[in-house]
């Protein structure tokens, strides 16, 4: 374990895909980590005394009351706090088909489990700190999945939001991104999600490490003046079909 001065990290969604490269990159910083989730299977992470686990499903408010808590009991203090439980499971793929309980479900787990987090996270960030998010290219633009991508594009006004709200305090907020990165949530689909790759201007998909890259900058004292953006982590597909010209029949619009 690092001295009980060094600085503090909750993740969210530590269990899998992009939380767990972000604990690990966090840990190479030296930073001291919570890895919080509702399916944590932790034993590799927390053979390094720098990471402790903690249940948290972030749906439901008692639990990320006490996860929160929990954190600064036994790590002395809450630096950085960042969001990356999430996902769109189990919804059909067209708005028709999606009923109130796949909203209520998916806007409940992507945008109010950021909330909750946040709302019980910024009082004990007593020395002020960073807080990252994971959106989705999805909630930028037409990726598909309505309800997953609405909640994920209201983590947008919501980090400016909390961006102007906390700035006072010293509480930076900013979110992610990400284009489609390589983790679990593929293996269910059919083909590679490589085959995606032609969606990309730097010609490949994701890999978690890229996502956890980029949150650890964002709390990083090298970001210490940017609060409230909304950085795109996609390979460049933010910047439209540009790439695509010369592959496809037509030169432009
Ligand atoms: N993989 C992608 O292509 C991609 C693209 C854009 C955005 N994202 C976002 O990145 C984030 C991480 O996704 P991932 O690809 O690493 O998926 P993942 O399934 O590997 O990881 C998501 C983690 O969240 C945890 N989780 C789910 N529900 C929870 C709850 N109620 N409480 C606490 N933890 C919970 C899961 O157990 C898991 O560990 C998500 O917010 C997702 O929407 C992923």
Redesign the pocket.
């Known amino acids: 374990m690092n001295a009980p001065t060094s600085p503090v990290a909750l993740v969210?969604?530590?269990?899998?895909?992009?939380?767990?490269?972000t604990v690990r990159k966090f840990r190479a910083l030296g930073t001291r980590v919570l890895a919080?989730?509702?399916?944590?299977a932790a034993e590799d992470l927390t053979a390094d005394p720098g990471v402790l686990a903690a249940h948290?499903?972030?749906?439901?408010p008692a639990?990320v009351e006490a996860c929160i808590a929990g954190c600064v009991d036994r790590l002395g203090r809450l630096d950085h706090l960042v969001?990356?439980?999430?996902?769109?499971t189990g919804s059909p793929p067209n708005f028709l088909d999606e009923t109130d309980d796949d909203w209520q479900r998916l806007v409940d787990?992507?945008l109010y489990?950021v909330v909750r987090c946040i709302r019980a996270a910024v009082p004990r960030m007593t020395s002020g700190g960073a807080i990252a998010v994971?959106?989705?290219?999805?909630g930028l633009a037409a990726w598909g999945g309505a309800p997953?991508s609405a909640a994920?594009a209201g983590l947008v006004n919501l980090t400016q939001q909390l961006a102007a709200e906390f700035g006072p305090r010293g509480i930076r907020v900013n979110l992610v991104?990400?284009?489609?990165?390589?983790?679990?949530?593929?293996d269910d689909q059919p083909g590679s999600?490589d085959q995606m790759s032609v969606l990309y201007p730097l010609g490949r998909?994701?890999e978690?490490e890229d996502?956890a890259n980029a949150l650890a900058f964002l709390c990083s004292p090298d970001a210490s003046w940017i609060t409230g953006v909304t950085l795109p982590v996609d390979g460049g597909a933010s910047t439209g079909p540009r790439h695509l010209f010369g592959k496809l029949p037509h030169r432009t619009p």
């Open positions: 969210t969604g530590a269990g899998h895909g992009i939380g767990r490269a919080a989730d509702i399916d944590l948290l499903d972030v749906t439901d639990s969001c990356t439980a999430g996902g769109d787990l992507n489990g994971v959106g989705s290219v999805n997953y994920k991104a990400p284009g489609t990165v390589r983790t679990r949530v593929w999600p998909i994701g978690p996502i």
